[in-house]
């Protein structure tokens, strides 16, 4: 690698581009860029022009109403949008806003670096490392930013991560990957593309950094030691630029509002979503599907069980192992729409699987390959044909104007019109290992390698945007809403999102519990996991009551499964714990009125909805030790149960001010705040504190009737 040399930083406050830059050779410069008190950018723009010239991730909001990004992307020069503050210049080499300070070293042969400083007291917040903070590559393009790193620091980010929640002494890689039956522990990467880190600081300041780019990173974070070099972290973009946003808080929370509002903000759901669902690939492709899912219907009705939507896995189009998207297979579905009316009787939505490739045979293939849909290879400009889903398929090239327009097309006559509220966008990272694939990027072609996340964002957006015109259309069917598993930054705008295909295990219930809050902390809100486990076994009671617990209380409850011998984990697979099944998911029905204000203030003030205990009590060092609870909004604690064969649960209760306690929400008993408190646990029982002083607005369903997501507030429980 190559450390890169400078001229001396000029600084020139308040200039339309950049508030100070460093030439470098080649007639490349680095520029810094104040964008608010607390945000700051830095970007190297090569002399031949950026990798990457458009960004689709930056969508400056500074309200509760997303924004967005044409299709075609943003300008990565752009600035539009940003509310530039006032500049002081305070020394030659020195400049400042209210909160930030930027001091600038290197030329004349020294390295060029970067000191960041809180303005208020004047301490070191981030600083680039002193011996070569910038590098290249030239023989890959591969570009390095390092900076000094401290061990009592703590690294927080980076999406569906997992294991514990301070990624410190980790090195993690982002790019998405169909990684069914992870590690829950230690696998990496998984299925989103998210170089965005948060860092405490040793003065408990917090920070973040978000690295604009669609190329795979990775992010050594304490691994790698160097003589020469001391302490430090750094980022390897593989072949793309090097355009970070630097941002300050004084807490977790002012960090990721921060973030969230950079990137566009988050779509608030229909209220429905909220509301349990089911899914199962097991029913869907049995032989008989259709009778299986009109059986399932009255088996919620017979056993009661409060559910709002059914997801329909792919096996709606499968014939034997293989899928073919937007088809409906007729000898296991005769008469679909039928079966849907009935769904619709029930009051449940409909929620349909969706997948970006078409493999070789299927009806539409030699119309789109002709016209240039999929994804190509650069010099014979054929379709890329690889492996997916035991056959061969090309994927969908979403850059294409036509190529979106067949897809939206599609969703509305296969799915929407067959009475389906909801596209799921799934299997789609885009793991395409031709080396000469491209995107056509709207007449600007784009390496794969460097829009392989770009497709699972633009494929929910023709998801989203389809359904909203159909919308306006039909104000009745209350769809504006869809779910990806895949993508970057961005996807919050539209999507829903969870951990993927995870492995049914007390390993897994325990750290999926980590990876959600991890990814809230990301700033993907509406999260959750596939309850009782999507690969692998299938759960005895204890496990699969647990993980029901587990999940009840995140903003996405869905229960999905993929098991041997088409085996499907339903409420009722284990009789003696469907009536303690049955009474956790009424409880996630009973709080969805706290549950329904947790998304309305997530949307509005870029709060996560779930979030480790350390996000609202930051000053309470105890609340950085790694542990299994998790704070629902600000009111509710909530502490599953995560091992086998436990009847008591024991945890730290944040510390509150003025001596305020801690109260048991199913007993009303009192706990001091600051203290480890040892609360029962029997099987049937998820243990959940609540603040005191806070007051729990709850719902019921009327006399006689099974629990819905509409239900009227009835009560509002006050803990004092």
């Known amino acids: 690698m190559t450390p890169v040399q400078s001229e001396a930083w000029q600084v020139h406050p308040g200039n339309s581009q950049s508030d100070a830059h460093a030439k470098l050779a080649g007639g490349d410069r680095l520029d810094m860029v104040f964008l608010s008190d607390t945000m700051a950018r830095v970007y190297w723009h090569p002399s031949s022009g950026f990798r990457e010239p458009r960004t689709w991730a930056i969508a400056p909001t500074h309200d509760h109403r997303v924004q967005d990004v044409p299709w075609e992307g943003r300008s990565r020069s752009s600035l539009e949008g940003f509310e530039r503050p006032s500049i002081i210049h305070t020394s030659e080499h020195t400049i400042s806003t209210r909160r930030l300070k930027a001091s600038f070293e290197g030329g004349n042969g020294l390295p060029v670096r970067v000191i960041w400083r809180d303005a208020q007291s004047d301490q070191v917040i981030l ?393 809230s902390l990301s700033g993907m809100f509406n999260v959750g996991h596939d309850v009782g486990g999507f690969f692998g076994p299938v759960p005895d009671p204890e496990l699969f009551l647990r993980w029901v617990q587990a999940c009840a209380l995140n903003p996405r409850m869905v229960m999905n499964s993929w098991k041997e011998g088409n085996v499907s984990n339903l409420p009722w697979m284990h009789p003696e714990v469907t009536d303690a099944i049955r009474s956790t998911i009424e409880l996630r029905y009973r709080l969805m009125p706290y549950l329904w204000a947790c998304f309305e203030a997530a949307c509005s003030t870029h709060q996560p909805i779930i979030r480790p205990t350390f996000f609202d009590f930051p000053d309470d060092q105890n609340c950085l030790n790694d542990c299994d609870e998790f704070m629902l909004g600000e009111a509710l604690l909530v502490a599953p149960v995560v091992g086998p064969g436990a009847n008591t649960r024991k945890l730290y209760l944040p510390k509150l001010p003025d001596g305020q306690r801690w109260f048991n929400f199913h007993t009303r008993e009192a706990y001091p705040s600051g203290s480890i408190a040892e609360l029962d646990a029997p099987m049937s029982l998820l243990p959940l504190l609540v603040r005191e002083g806070k007051s729990i607005e709850v719902s019921a369903p009327k006399p006689g009737a099974v629990a819905h997501h509409d239900d009227p507030v009835v009560e509002v429980l006050r803990f004092n």
């Open 127 to 519: 600083q680039d490392r002193v011996t070569s903070a910038y590098l290249h590559e030239k023989r890959t393009g591969l570009v390095r930013h390092s900076v000094v790193r401290d061990p009592n620091e703590y690294f927080f980010g980076l999406g569906d991560k997992t294991g514990p929640l301070n990624l410190h002494g980790r090195r993690l890689r982002c790019m998405g990957q169909d990684a069914i039956g992870y590690d829950a522990h230690s696998g990496d990467p998984l299925y989103k593309h998210w170089p965005f880190v948060i860092t405490r600081t040793i003065d408990g300041l917090w920070t973040g950094i978000y690295y604009d780019t669609l190329s795979a990173c990775t992010f050594d974070l304490g691994c790698e030691h160097d003589n020469y070099h001391g302490l430090f972290r750094s980022v390897d973009i593989d072949d793309g630029d090097l355009d970070y946003y630097f941002m300050l808080g004084t807490t977790p929370a002012e960090v990721v509002a921060q973030f969230v509002q950079l990137i566009g903000g988050s779509h608030l759901p229909p209220r429905w979503t909220l509301g349990f669902a089911q899914t199962a690939m097991g029913l869907a492709d049995a032989p008989d599907a259709q009778d299986q899912l009109d059986a399932f219907i009255d088996e919620c009705q017979r056993h009661k069980v409060p559910i709002s939507a059914f997801h329909y896995g792919s096996g709606y189009s499968s014939r034997g192992k293989q899928r073919y998207v937007f088809t409906w297979n007729r000898s296991k579905f005769p008469d679909p729409k039928r079966l849907n009316e009935k769904f619709r009787g029930a009051n449940l939505k409909l929620v349909a699987n969706l997948k970006p490739c078409l493999l070789d045979d299927h009806p539409a293939y030699s119309k789109l390959a002709k016209e240039h849909a999929f994804i190509e290879h650069e010099n014979t400009h054929q379709p890329v044909v690889e492996p997916y889903w035991d056959g061969q398929g090309s994927h969908l090239d979403f850059t294409r104007p036509n190529a979106v327009k067949w897809w939206q097309e599609q969703l509305r006559s296969q799915i929407l019109d067959y009475g389906i509220q909801v596209g799921w966008n799934d299997n789609n990272e885009y793991a395409i290992a031709a080396e000469d694939a491209f995107s056509a990027g709207w007449g600007k072609a784009i390496p794969m390698h460097r829009s392989r996340p770009l497709h699972a964002l633009l494929m929910t957006r023709a998801s989203f945007e389809a359904q909203r015109e159909d919308l306006i259309a039909n104000p009745d069917r209350d769809h504006l809403f869809t779910v990806t598993r895949a993508g970057p930054p961005g996807i919050q705008r539209y999507a829903q999102t969870w951990s993927g295909d995870n492995t049914t295990s007390w390993k897994t219930l325990k750290w999926n519990i980590r990876t959600g809050l991890q990814m």
